[in-house]
């Protein structure tokens, strides 16, 4: 799905941090809301940012976000473990 949003640009402007990609922030952002309000696993997270469960973990790690282990979460490990040792 992609989704648009208008942002004044003087906004914006103070929301790219050194230049960075905004619609990668707002992503970012989107992501830790999910996961903050448990409507994403960490698996979900994952598959959001293009990252594995590892370093879907540092990111909230790096953030100071607690982990948040749910049933979806070993449900997910479940899959991938299936499919590695397939």
């Known amino acids: 799905m992609e989704v648009r949003l208008r942002i004044p640009d003087d906004i914006a402007a103070q929301l ?4 960075g990609n905004l619609e990668r922030c707002a992503l970012e952002a989107l992501a830790i809301e999910g996961y903050r309000s448990e409507a994403l696993s960490l698996g979900q997270v994952a598959d959001m940012l ?3 469960v590892d370093e ?3 990111f909230l790690k790096k953030r100071g976000i607690p982990l948040l ?3 979806d979460d070993f449900d997910y490990d479940q899959q ?6 397939a």
């Open 56 to 58: 879907a973990d540092g």
């Open 50 to 52: 293009g990252l594995s």
């Open 69 to 71: 282990s749910t049933i």
């Open 16 to 19: 790219q941090p050194n230049g």
């Open 80 to 85: 991938v473990l299936r499919e590695l040792l």
